[in-house]
């Protein structure tokens, strides 16, 4: 038995410095680009691809995240519920820590309450980012430059130095010429392979006229957001009752 889990430990060894290596041999430089006009007047073409105007009277959005987390977001009031098996969160997202936290229908305090309200936005920050990612071009803390394409057209280069769970990462957007994304490339902190793709596909608008891609292809991996809905008033979301009104 000793001998086997050896060779086991041997073999699970080996296989992780072969993804590194290949992760290695693979990665793609993050591109240098060139800041100034012509960046900052592809990132508002992006905003004008998806609607921005039409964004910012969003002010409720509800969607489903890959069949693993429910997002109820207020955007006015800067306030989010994550919803995930036996879990309730309702949190504000510029104080994440100041929210509260149920498990089977009973609300926690302290440490496990703590524990949940920092998981939710963990899972807040990552997938709010799938979903509104083209409409952040301009965050605080972002960069913008313009990448030459192999095709001739320009890439957008965004870099956040600040925000979410893992600033530094970049973002390489490829456009159509609408100026709505297709895909991007990655350099993430998370990820070892520098330039990984992912699509930006399947777009919907939604009814207050804004628009946002619904399916992303990683490699084989696939992620679909679903169940959107969205409006002025928590009403026009399908709720009954304001579900942000425990914090008040």
């Known amino acids: 038995m ?8 041997i073999g699970l060894l ?7 290596i290949a992760g290695w041999i693979i990665s793609e430089p993050l591109p240098e680009g060139e800041a100034g006009p012509e960046a900052e007047a592809l990132a508002e073409k992006v905003l004008s691809a998806i609607n921005q105007p039409a964004w910012d009277s969003t002010h409720y959005v509800r969607w489903n995240f890959a069949d693993r987390h429910q997002y109820t977001w ?3 009031r800067k306030l ?17 820590l100041q929210g509260m936290a149920w498990e089977n229908g009973t609300q926690l305090d302290d440490k496990k309450a703590t524990k949940k ?6 899972y807040f920050c990552n997938d709010s980012f799938w979903f509104i990612a083209p409409e952040k071009v301009f965050d605080p803390g972002t960069s913008r430059k313009t990448v030459a394409l192999e095709d001739g057209s320009k890439g957008l280069l965004i870099t956040y130095s600040s925000g979410g769970t893992t600033p530094g990462d970049s973002y390489l957007w490829i456009l159509d010429k609408d100026g709505l ?9 998370l990820l070892p392979i520098g ?13 207050t006229g ?10 084989s991996y696939q992620l679909r957001i679903s169940e959107i809905q969205a409006g002025k008033h928590w009403k026009d979301i399908g709720e009954s009752e304001d579900p942000f009104a425990p914090l008040f």
């Open 2 to 9: 000793k001998k086997i889990l050896k060779w086991l430990g």
């Open 14 to 20: 080996v296989l992780i410095v072969g993804l590194f």
């Open 74 to 76: 207020d955007r006015d």
């Open 80 to 96: 989010v519920q994550v919803e995930w098996p036996e879990n309730r969160v309702i949190l504000p997202t510029e104080n994440h």
């Open 117 to 122: 309200l920092n998981k939710a936005w963990e």
């Open 181 to 189: 994304p297709v895909k991007w490339k990655m350099w993430v902190s």
């Open 195 to 207: 330039g990984l793709e992912a699509t930006w596909a399947d777009w919907e608008k939604l009814p």
């Open 210 to 219: 804004a628009k946002v891609a619904t399916f992303h292809e990683i490699g």
